[in-house]
């Protein structure tokens, strides 16, 4: 149950992103083409998934990307993917609470309320930290809850939404220019990225085999697959790709379904918000987790004594940080995507490939031979993820 509800994390910290910002992102290129750009990053993201996971399970890491890039890269290495991490954590973490307070606004507003954003997102954001600083077992025991709500929501929505498919709808190949699709290649490379908590589950399942750390992560990564491909032949099947290319948020996309009832778009919103609640669940764990593990490192190296002090200092660069950052970004979901893309390469594909690359050499002392797992696929598939990873960072450029 432990690494089934560690699947499920992985998965919950992806479908934020992906459900809220793949149907406005592909809904241009037409069903046909959004299919196969989402298969080829579902690959390489996966592909580099598993790398991390063997970086984690060959080194004595405490679970936080700090001690697994030390040990797998050393100090030099530690300082790249520990500045490129925490941009990474603080854009889609952005990205989820401007969703969340957009989401949220839009309720109390239907129930009479006018209920500024800010506030939203902000008691939002105390009451996940709440859970975030009582430990794994309850993030673990929250998410599973929240992410079966969230299916039974997604197969209610699904299953009315497929009473009224348009097949036209699903067939059409609109004009776009292919430079649009690469440029779009970072807002799905994102919602496909959940590696983040990578670190924190495997310390989470440390007693786990290398063939169940190596389904776990295949799990994590099917589900959001299954999910997006289903949600996106909905929605186009029902809107269209013409009006769905014109959303801006999330509001505009659950607005869309005007003629719909007022039940269904309900559920709608219901369900986006556990899409977000599940995501920004794992991404701030990790995060809580990193600062955990680098302020801890300091505190050996400078021989300070642990406190309050240490405790409010990760609890202000977890939760408050991101809350004065989200102030200069309103309106940007889409937009912080699309930053967290570009240094998404960095950690997703190009860092666990360094740290792969590493512990595979003989020199290497591994941790523990036991439970050390290795990605198959040998040179050749190292050599496609280097590959895959230049195509992602190309498509920053156009953005």
Not at 83 to 105: E, P, Q, T
Not at 256 to 267: M, N, Q
Not at 275 to 302: E, H, P, Y
Request: net charge neutral.
């Amino acid at each position: 149950m432990k690494l089934f509800g560690s699947a499920l994390i992985l998965s919950g910290t992806a479908l934020g992103a992906g459900m809220l910002g793949i149907p406005m992102a592909l809904a241009q290129f037409g069903f046909t083409v959004s299919l196969i750009l989402m298969l080829v990053i579902f690959v390489g993201t996966t592909y580099g998934a598993l790398l991390l996971t063997e970086a984690c399970t060959k080194t004595s890491q405490t679970g936080g990307m700090n001690s697994v890039a030390q040990l797998s890269l050393g100090t030099g290495g530690k300082y790249f993917i520990n500045f490129f991490f925490y941009m990474l954590l603080i854009c889609i973490l952005v990205a989820y609470i401007l969703g969340i307070g957009d989401l949220f606004h839009n309720l109390w507003a239907g129930l009479g309320f006018d209920v500024p954003q800010q506030v939203c997102y902000t008691v939002f954001s105390f009451i996940m930290a709440v859970v975030i600083i009582a430990g794994k077992s309850y993030i673990d025991l929250l998410n599973r809850v929240l992410f079966i709500l969230m299916i039974t929501m997604l197969i209610t929505v699904v299953v009315s939404l497929f009473t009224n498919i348009h097949l036209d709808y699903l067939e059409q190949t609109p004009d776009f220019l292919w430079k649009d699709v690469v440029k779009h290649s970072t807002t799905i490379f994102t919602s496909f990225a959940s590696m983040v908590v990578i670190p924190s589950l495997v310390m989470y399942n440390k007693e786990a085999t290398p063939k169940q750390m190596r389904n776990m992560i295949l799990l994590g990564s099917i589900i959001p697959l299954v999910c997006y491909l289903t949600w996106l032949f909905a929605i186009i099947g029902n809107l269209g790709t013409a009006e769905i290319s014109q959303f801006d948020n999330i509001s505009e996309l659950i607005a869309a379904f005007g003629g719909s009832s007022g039940t269904l778009k309900t559920i709608i919103a219901i369900f986006s918000a556990l899409a977000l609640v599940t995501s920004f669940l794992g991404v701030s764990m990790a995060l809580f987790d990193q600062n955990k593990d680098a302020i801890a490192g300091i505190v050996k190296r400078t021989k300070l004594e642990e406190g309050k002090v240490t405790a409010i200092l990760i609890f202000a660069l977890t939760f408050i940080l991101p809350l004065l950052v989200t102030g200069l970004f309103s309106n940007k979901f889409l937009n912080m995507l699309d930053y967290a893309g570009i240094t998404l390469v960095f950690l997703a594909v190009w860092g666990p490939l360094a740290m792969a690359w590493n512990v595979r050499k003989p020199s290497f002392k591994i941790a523990s031979a036991e439970h050390a797992y290795t990605a198959g696929g040998g040179t050749f598939a190292l050599v496609a993820s280097f590959l895959f990873g230049a195509f992602i960072l190309v498509s920053t450029f156009f953005s």
